[in-house]
């Protein structure tokens, strides 16, 4: 890129975070300060705002970047992430998204606290949403810094660490001013210039092979340097048993990980009722299964365009394939409609990671000051079910809350320092596999399961989240191989770079466990006020 084409990209970057930081001004200066306004938005958005914010904060910069890449280089195997994030939604539609809305105020954790003992499930929701909050947050603080050193050529790692403390500065203020409804409307115009960037993309990539799918698959196979077998399965996953099980275990995380989401679960208290929370799921479902079918698109015109070996060398885990696709699609580089190209996908590749970092940030400072915070606060004075009175201790949360941001940031940020060679879509399957072995669990025995207990939800929630993490340290993902976060190291001893495929087991398991060995009788009662709650909304926030 030239010193012109880079100042291009640079203002159009510049103009996005302007846009936001007005919108998170505008906001700051008309909310209430109330919690509700805080985590929730004032719960006045309606079913297609919220849709559009559901898949701006889902279309993240793993789906962006990160999936585009891996089918560029491994064609076939790569699409298994399209495959798994879009088919996660119906899980969530079918399963949570109305109960959620009914059961719960803010978080994750009222879901679960409102048949069982508040404390230690709010400890235990509350820690194992920040986990998987930072362990997202990672993704997109590596695809920042991938994008900024493609735009500055590519060697320059003091940009691309200074690109991940400026986003990690940028989201810390959106949350702390904004709140939710900051968030949302960055989420809303975010979503609508990924669609029309992706869909600008794709109509470029199918008109340069005259419509023909087929020429494109060929093309693209031609380039990969792996001929037929790129458009075959097997090419990542199926060298033996061990990559075929790391298959099924992406697979299972992927599906399953959606459901147990912090940010993804969050938004469901921005609207209204129920009714509007299903209705925002299947905005979001139509937004982002046409957005996934474009990134199998631009993933395999990044094959056939750019050539599989080009995309390895600008970013050896392909992080980079559709940028330099859009550069290649506006005439090449060094020409005016590259360089014009390249500068708005760019932008709106750093727009995604904006509004993405602000929706995560959001949710996880709401667990450590509604979930945690609030935890050790309840001991003295409490309500109805361990609750206080409503308008007592909500300004200081939110101040907690605050606080917590910055602190969730600073960690973020130096954990995507360290991971910056690694592609933002395996990164984010990570974080998947977490939320699928620590959350989804106790979310479902605690809408579902008439005897489950408050044992049973603690155990649940650990017996997930902690062999989660420790099959990830000591996995090929951190040591034992030369993509590993330190290559130098070797103490891996689980093989599979995923641990879904254990770990999910493991949360179910420990959630049935920790139930039947409770002391404690369930509390049937409870139960069948959450039930009547879950099922029709009486009572409901």
Known sequence: MTGDHQVLALLLFSAFVAGTLAITTWVSRNRRGSAEEFYAGGRLFSPMENGFAIAGDYMSAASFLGISGLIALFGYDGMLYSVGFLVAWLVVLLLVAELVRNCGRFTLADVIAARMRERPVRIASGTSSVTVSVLYLVAQMVGAGSLVALLLGGTSEAARSWTVIGVGALMVIYVSLGGMRATTWIQIVKAVLLMAGAIALTVLVLLRFHGDVNQLLTSAAERSGHGREFLSPGLKYGGDWTSRLDFISLGLALVLGTAGLPHILSRFYTVPTARAARR??????????????MTIVLGFGAAAIVGTDEVRASNAAGNTAVPLLALDLGGGAGSTGG???????????????????AGITLASSASVAHDLYASVRRRHGKGPHGERPRGERRYGEVAVARVAAVGIGAVAIGLGLLARDLNVAFLVGLAFAVAASANLPVLL???????????????SVYGGLVPAVLLVVFSPVVSGSPDALFPGLDFQVFPLQNPGLVSIPLGFLAGWLGT????EAPDEARHAETEVRALTGAGAV
């Open 280 to 293: 925002s799921v299947v905005w979001a479902i139509g937004l982002i299964g046409g957005f996934y079918l």
């Open 339 to 357: 360089a014009v190209l390249f500068a708005v996908v760019a932008a709106v590749a750093f727009a995604t990671i904006l509004a993405v970092v």
């Open 445 to 459: 025995y605690s809408l579902f399961w008439r005897n489950f207990t408050t044992r049973g939800a603690v155990w």
């Open 516 to 519: 039947v060995t409770s002391p």
